[in-house]
């Protein structure tokens, strides 16, 4: 098996590294890591350079990249901080979930914003009483009319309290489904006043991407959810405190 890089992705590669030199300097590094600060101006790098469009297909607006383009991405961000490809990932990973479970309206909203860089994605799936431990998750959403009521509580939402963020919050739909499904994801804006963030004093991927207490007991749009339940082994990753 050959792993050479082709010379689109060298040329990545160069671009990348390049980007990362000029404005991840040791100096800015150490300021957000100080001021506990998220890479709002790096994070604009990423978008102009099209970075954030990398995974996705040409129909949604993406760059059709492969695993091999990601994971150099990955190398080049993770060179300056493993932190800064957090801040990089959360959005890439809730965008391949919108884009795999979501209808083609939700498809419609999220994804343009989320590429041009307009709004940022974060992820609540981890939980006190859980962990990580997907089967384990508490979190309800009941449906009432047209809303799902969410509650439940949630830890290590990590980049939840950036500025234009929409969580992904994982609840369980069908409490008498086995363990890896029954669960739905919910695409809700922290700008809701229902929502109450706090940040937290540990960090899930780094001071750029605090982890967030949030509590809730809010009312979510049908349109909000996911077209079709997210088993646990497609729903991985940093997980809001939601309180109910």
């Known amino acids: 098996m050959d792993f050479t890089f082709s010379q689109e992705q060298a040329m990545l590669r160069d671009a990348v590294r390049r980007l990362m030199d000029a404005c991840?300097?040791?100096?800015?590094?150490?300021?957000?890591?100080?001021?506990?600060?998220?890479?709002?101006e790096l994070y604009g790098a990423w978008v102009e350079q099209g970075l954030l469009r990398m995974p996705f297909p040409a129909e949604v607006g993406g760059l059709d990249g492969s695993v091999v383009d990601m994971a150099i991405i990955a190398e080049e961000l993770s060179r300056k901080s493993f932190d800064l490809f957090t801040a990089y990932s959360c959005s890439i990973f809730c965008g391949l979930t919108l884009?795999?479970?979501?209808?083609?309206?939700?498809?419609?909203?999220?994804?343009?914003?989320?590429?041009?860089?307009?709004?940022?994605?974060?992820?609540?799936?981890?939980?006190?009483?859980?962990?990580?431990?997907?089967?384990?998750?508490?979190?309800?959403?009941?449906?009432?009319?047209?809303?799902?009521?969410?509650?439940?509580?949630?830890?290590w939402a990590t980049g939840a309290g950036a500025r234009n963020n929409v969580i992904n919050v994982y609840?369980?739909?069908?409490?008498?489904?086995t363990t890896a499904r029954g669960c739905r994801c919910s695409w809700c804006r922290t700008t809701?006043?229902?929502?109450?963030?706090?940040?937290?004093?540990?960090?899930?991927?780094?001071?750029?991407?605090?982890?967030?207490?949030?509590?809730?007991?809010?009312?979510?749009?049908?349109?909000?959810?996911?077209?079709?339940?997210?088993?646990?082994?497609?729903?991985c990753g940093p997980g809001c405190s939601l309180n109910g």
């Open 171 to 177: 609840a369980r739909t069908d409490p008498q489904a």
């Open 99 to 155: 884009l795999r479970n979501g209808t083609p309206a939700q498809r419609s909203e999220w994804l343009p914003p989320l590429l041009d860089g307009s709004l940022r994605m974060s992820v609540a799936m981890s939980e006190p009483d859980a962990g990580s431990d997907l089967g384990a998750m508490r979190t309800t959403a009941v449906r009432q009319g047209g809303d799902w009521i969410l509650n439940g509580r949630k830890v």
């Open 24 to 40: 991840a300097t040791p100096e800015v590094v150490r300021r957000l890591d100080r001021d506990q600060a998220y890479p709002y």
């Open 192 to 235: 809701r006043p229902e929502w109450n963030c706090a940040s937290s004093t540990c960090w899930a991927g780094g001071p750029w991407a605090p982890t967030r207490s949030c509590s809730t007991a809010c009312a979510c749009p049908m349109s909000g959810w996911s077209a079709r339940s997210t088993t646990a082994g497609t729903a």
